[in-house]
């Protein structure tokens, strides 16, 4: 069988993750490599920065797919003199790709939402927290019950057992014994659907980078009660489901999930 080419990966994924779908501001597709160059192995990852890239030189990766963008802006400079311009140096000499799906990942159906939804116990259907006004069945975050109801007590605990580890686990606003059935999700930095979670009337909303004044104004309003976990966690979950696409479409690569922590935080004290 022929080989796979990038190009022919990158169709797949984009046939998930459609690229128009991505907000304006974002930065998705591919940053570098041929269309034309054969792949064999994928690493998947949420961050590209250098743990990950010594993970794809070590394990021979033809192509990388982050969620995050290495740029986000405009550069005039690659050269190796910035921690970027490295990474694409070590790459384009070890004749990796590197590809990323983000806010096209975030709002698709599965995207990135969904994975952390079951990551975390939801086991009914899913819907979008924000449905996009053209389709209700995609969207930013996710909204789905517990399959019975429980503490948010004992649902943060399940959440952090759940997740990936990181050096700091999960923080609960809220009291322990608070009775919860209905969750939103979203991954990543969620602080923008805080209002939409209070108004979808939730019981728990888990996101992740939530920051004290929009919290605790949050709480003092009545809630719903937070979770906020590990930037890296909520969307490593993911990582999974996106691998899991090549294989159902019949890409004929290896894969593999990156289980490299690169969140931010490396230490708790
Ligand atoms: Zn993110």
């Known amino acids: 069988m022929a080989a796979w080419t990038l190009i022919d990966v990158i169709d797949v994924l984009e046939a998930a993750y459609p690229p128009a779908r991505a907000e304006s501001w974002d930065a998705v597709g591919l940053v570098c490599g041929d269309p034309a160059q054969p792949v064999e192995k994928v690493l998947f990852a949420v961050d590209p920065v250098a743990a990950v890239a010594d993970e794809a030189v070590a394990w021979g990766a033809d192509l990388i797919v982050t969620h995050h963008p290495l740029y986000l802006r405009g550069t005039t400079t690659v050269a190796a003199t910035t921690p970027k311009g490295r990474l694409v140096h070590r790459l384009i000499k070890n004749d990796i790709a590197l590809f990323t799906a983000h806010t096209n990942a975030d709002v698709a159906n599965p995207g990135v939402s969904d994975a952390l939804a079951r990551a975390v116990g939801l086991t009914g259907d899913l819907v979008p927290l924000q449905p996009f006004p053209d389709d209700p069945w995609r969207g930013l975050g996710r909204i789905g019950d517990l399959p019975q109801e429980t503490t948010l007590g004992e649902f943060a605990a399940q959440a952090a057992a759940g997740l990936p580890a990181t050096s700091w686990g999960i923080r609960v606003a809220g009291e322990p014994s608070r009775r919860v059935t209905r969750v939103a999700v979203s991954g990543g ?19 992740a980078d939530l920051r004290h004044h929009p919290a605790s104004e949050f709480m003092e309003a009545g809630g719903p009660a937070l979770i906020d976990a590990a930037h890296w966690a909520t969307e490593w979950p993911w990582l999974d489901s996106a691998a899991s696409i090549l294989t159902a479409k019949g890409v004929n690569v290896e894969t593999r ?3 490299t922590v690169t969140d931010a935080w490396t230490r708790g004290y």
């Open 189 to 207: 930095a969620g602080d923008s659907l805080l209002a939409t979670a209070r108004a979808a009337g939730v019981d728990v909303f888990l996101t």
């Open 257 to 259: 999930v990156s289980a």
